[in-house]
């Protein structure tokens, strides 16, 4: 294909490098053809009865045909490249809206396009934009005709239309992409995990939550697996990010929610005061009547309008009183909320449910969300427990954590202790409760059973 100097160009967007970075952090560029795109493309061809329909994204020197439809001199181009002086849709890209010329031959900008002069015989074009995530458009969604033609308003509405499901079907493969996920493994194990959902093979582990002072579990965090029919059980790395990309998070996070409601409440009711065994004095009369758990809540259940009726449900499904249930939200999970979310968790923290800061200290903004959503309990994180007696930096970092947690009257619950001397220096810094494989690895829910009827989860604590 050869181009004329003489032949205009389109101008360069006026903030091109920042619409350049915008695109490439899509990872679309030289990707391998995508049926989503081409259901696209066929879309806009017969939206507006046109022979040929491109999704064309405009790099800093071409034009990259993410998909095509019909123009069979494009459509079977290997390189399904073109050099951007050449691109209709670089004008698209520049005006930041739809375009449409109806007879190319007659306009001074694309009258010697090699499109139009070659062998391809371009004769009318209709473009819309695809705008990404910032703001900024990547390309455009555009349809070719060798006849010139008048392009529908309605036409337009509709390629423009089209154009924003492109947008949106990009971000999610950028979200895949984030996710380490292939948009077909996405596809395939989404509907697998569908699957397992309906045919409720996601069953929940329990971690206990001690008391450093006295040894006694005083409650539980549910951690949900999958039993895979062929690769067995399977932990949360495995199936979460498909769930999250899918939007699979939500029915999952009920299921799961219910499920260890339900658990919870069992025990407390055929374990009420348990006597005898190895307890101290102190845990002898207490059974499980006291034990909570403590359940995840991603972003997406969050940001769900009935959020706060799927709490409801699970507490009077299972009959666990509203007093012994933590829902722990991570930074990450709080990010980008707005009113919606905030009038949720007051109407949740109304019912008498708790509220817990995971991951605390590991965020950007870790003191805005403890003014902005005042949690009952924050958990310190692994990586703090972890550095303890590293340094004295490492410990003044800790302890400065934990104290602030403390003034603000929030149960503080250290995650990751793996080792006695963690333990103590925990205790010796305010630390009340702690979890991790020091005291119990996550447990099914047969074995907690189990320990608890055997009244061996209460005993003297290892901390002096």
């Known amino acids: 294909m050869n181009w004329s100097p003489t032949m205009p160009t389109a101008p360069l967007h006026p903030r091109e490098d920042e619409r350049l970075a915008s695109l490439r952090s899509y990872h679309v560029l030289d990707a391998a053809p995508d049926a989503a795109l081409d259901a696209l493309t066929m879309a806009a061809a017969g939206a507006l009865r046109a022979p040929t329909a491109l999704i064309t994204l405009v790099d800093e020197d071409r034009q990259w045909f993410a998909s095509a439809s019909g123009l069979e001199v494009i459509t079977k181009r290997a390189t399904r490249q073109a050099p951007r002086e050449v691109s209709f849709c670089a004008w698209t890209v520049t005006g930041e809206e739809p375009l449409v010329v109806t007879d190319l031959c007659a306009d001074a900008r694309f009258a010697d396009n090699a499109l139009v002069t070659g062998p391809e015989h371009v004769r009318a074009y209709a473009g819309a934009p695809i705008i990404g995530r910032d703001g900024l458009p990547l390309g455009a969604l555009c349809v070719l005709d060798r006849q010139t033609r008048n392009f529908e308003e309605v036409g ?34 989404s509907h697998q995990l569908r699957s397992g959902i309906d045919a409720e093979q996601l069953v929940v582990h329990y971690q206990p939550v001690v008391n450093l002072p006295t040894g006694r579990w005083e409650g539980l965090e549910a951690l949900v697996r999958w039993k895979h029919p062929q690769r067995g059980l399977l932990a949360p790395a495995a199936f979460l990010p498909v769930a999250e990309a899918s939007g699979l998070v939500v029915p999952l996070g009920r299921q799961v929610l219910t499920l260890a409601c339900t658990q919870v409440a069992l025990w407390r009711d055929a374990f009420p005061g348990v006597v005898g065994g190895a307890a101290t004095a102190a845990c002898a009369t207490a059974g499980a009547e006291g034990l909570h758990v403590a359940v995840n809540l991603s972003g997406r259940q969050l940001s769900e309008p009935d959020v706060v009726d799927i709490v409801a449900d699970a507490l009077i499904v299972s009959g666990l009183p509203a007093s012994a249930l933590t829902l722990e939200l991570t930074e990450t999970s709080l990010a980008g909320t707005g009113a919606q979310v905030d009038t949720a968790l007051a109407t949740i923290r109304a019912m008498g449910v708790r509220l817990a800061l995971d991951d605390f200290g590991t965020g950007y903004a870790s003191h805005a969300y403890l003014q902005r959503f005042q949690p009952d309990v924050v958990k310190i994180d692994r990586c703090f427990v972890t550095a303890l007696g590293r340094s004295s930096r490492d410990d003044l970092l800790a ?65 002096r």
Request: one cysteine or more; hydrophobic letters at 45%.
């Open 156 to 189: 337009v509405r509709t390629l423009n239309a089209l154009a924003t499901s492109v947008a949106e079907l990009l971000e999610l493969r950028r979200l895949d992409a984030a996710a380490g996920l292939h948009a077909r493994q996405v596809l395939t194990e």
């Open 399 to 463: 302890s400065s954590l934990i104290d602030l947690g403390l003034r603000l009257g929030c149960e503080v619950i250290a995650e990751g202790v793996e080792t006695l001397e963690q333990a103590e220096a925990l205790s010796h810094l305010g630390v009340c409760t702690a979890q991790g494989f020091l005291f119990s690895p996550p447990r099914s829910g047969a074995d907690i059973a189990a320990v608890i009827a055997e009244n061996t989860w209460c005993r003297e604590s290892m901390i």
